[in-house]
């Protein structure tokens, strides 16, 4: 069965936490430098000993992304699966997929985590994507990131940054866009606006944004010709921030953040075990609509104050989080009718509902040296109060759509949860000359989780049973870093990380408790500018191993979570860009990545070897963009993009359910008109040349573990799109 929802999957650093760090950040921009807040305090992505890839909200708006897969693509080693919408979505960085349904690539917005560290709220196949219109930059951190940013970053860590309130200009944006994509019902648009005002002159602003997107369908049911082109949806977000700033050592910053969306059904296909797609090649076989909802809203309170020798910065979210799920089960569940009533039941419809809700507060509180000294430290806090919900519910009707007494409800499960940690972490770089430095981190971390495992139904026993669990982590991290130049660094990185275990479900022969599962990364890297920037080269050799994996197991017909076997994933991966001329920007990204069970795991049906699943081999782009004058103080812009990803795999390679996803090229192309600094025109299409391939297969299997039918995760087909932008 398609595993199901969630997480507030987003992310973030605030690179102008206070107004010397914003002077800096500013100063660093205006140099054409890229400006990050990887180590939590601003610096020149160039001089931060971690891979690091920065993708803008211009460039996000630029190239028409609306979601994660439509950019992955474009960052070395970063993976998307995406399961028929925007947010039931995969992240994989560096090879580190989820064998389980928590998730191992951490989530930021804006200086905190979102979504759940618990085990049952699926945050590793669902993660909220944000709209580009309101972010000032994503950055992508590979590789453990631990010691800064705490739990379930094992693979790395995804932070949004959104646009912060300018003190000192009134601001207007807004624009709207159309768009097309090929067999669709119907036109797709979307509309956003944004308000910066400040009220009080460098003391006191606030800013607003809103944005509403339609995406129509394109995907059909071979089963009920009421569901055409299912798969539309709506996105809706709002922003309202307030920063204030009563004197050049004090500030203020409070945010609330406001995002749904609606969908109709999902974006998959299917296709019969010989792999020929059903229908007209995009459709699938659902009987009922397979609806996606999920809402989230996000409130932050952040205050600096600057003593001089340190600065002290307090960090308070609340996040919550509502989704809502309903699956077409009947291949699953349905067809096992005559077998649990000795053929007196044909086969039926089964929808399977899943409601996941998450409440999270977090705190926390830091002390950091100014930068550029010779020594510079970071110390800190941080608490984190969890209360998740998971409600699942499956109904028995028959092909007529009534329902069976006898079997329905098939099975009504929950399994509320709660999730507490204290952590303490600190930070240092010691600078032992103007050519050597070292960067060194730990934290020590401490979890305490509550459970509760209820059930009823046809198919499954009366329940009501506790579990609880706590654990203690401790995690570090080393940079050794050499500067040949004031543009090029070598670093050396040694980083770990670890992914929370929990209370496990509660049958006999089944260990109370699954354990947290352990990454260290081992890293060499050049970071390097060379010829006043005319050439740019980030490049990064690395392998990690995974121990204690958490996984899946099944203990006598019941599935519940253990820990077993180990893993490695080693690989390379880099950018390089060329500027030969004025406004040109030639670039490539790749990666190759080695993931693979360096022992056997026959709870999942591994043996040492087997590749890990949705993780191509190799990925790359390449990417020409140019920027020109027209003259008059307008000017235009082209850009051509290629990206490609290898075969994927479902599962791990000796699972005799894996399936193989088909590798993908895709290319995209923008241009754009300014003219003045108030009007632009854009155009983009994605996927130009409208390939086939795919982003994932999946063998689904009846309720005996015997397949049934393919699910394949498309490319997106041919999208074209034209925007108006207008900026006073």
Known sequence: MKQGLFIAASMAAVAAAMPAQAQEAAAVEASGEIVVTAQKRVQNVQDVPISIAVVSGEVLQEQGSASLVDYAGYVPGMNVSNSGTPGQTTITLRGVAPLNASQTVGIYLDDAPVGSSAIYNRAGAFTIDLMPYDLERIEVLKGPQGTLYGASSIGGLVKYVTVQPDTTQFKVRAG???????????????????????????????????????TPGWVDSVNNAALKDQNDYEQRGGRAALLWTPTPEFNVKLVGIWQSLDSEGNGLYAADLT???LGDGRSYNNYVPESYDIDLDYYSATIDYDFGAATLTSATTYSKT????????????????????????????TPFSLDLGLKKWTQEVRLASPSGDRFEWLIGGFFTDETTSNAQLVRSYDMAGNIIPALDPLAIVGLPATYKEYAVFGNATFKLSEQFEITGGLR???????????????????ADDPGKSAESVFTYSISPQFHINEDAMLYA???????????NVIVPNVPPTVDADRMKNYEIGLKADFVDRLVSVDVAIFMMDWTDIQVVRSFGGVSGGANGGKARSKGIEGSFALRPAPGLTLSATGSYTDASLSEDVPDISGVDGDRLPAVP?????????????????????????????SSRLSLVESDPLVARAKPYTSVDLNASVTLGDHWTARAYA????????????????????QPSFLAISPLQPRTIGVALDMAF
């Open 686 to 705: 994605r996927n130009l040349f409208d390939n086939k391939g795919e982003m994932a297969r999946t063998t689904m299997a009846d309720g005996l573990n």
């Open 176 to 214: 709207v866009e159309g768009f097309a994509i090929k067999g669709s019902d119907g036109l797709g648009w979307g509309a956003q606006a944004m308000v910066n005002v400040p009220i009080i002159q460098d003391k006191l602003a606030v800013s607003g944004s809103f944005a509403w997107r339609s």
């Open 617 to 645: 081999k190799f990925s790359g782009a390449l990417r020409a963009d140019y920027e020109f004058e027209l003259g008059g103080g307008d000017k235009g812009s082209f850009g051509v993009g290629i990206r490609h990803a």
């Open 322 to 349: 509502q989704s809502r799920q309903l699956q077409d089960a009947s291949y699953a569940f349905g067809v096992l009718f005559p077998l649990l009533t000795g053929d007196t039941v044909p086969a039926g419809i």
């Open 444 to 462: 020590w971390a401490r979890n305490k989780q509550t459970f509760r495992q209820i059930s009823s139904g046809a198919i499954v026993p009366q």
């Open 275 to 277: 792999g020929t797609r």
């Open 493 to 503: 990185r040694l980083a770990t990380g670890y992914r929370p275990g929990g209370p």
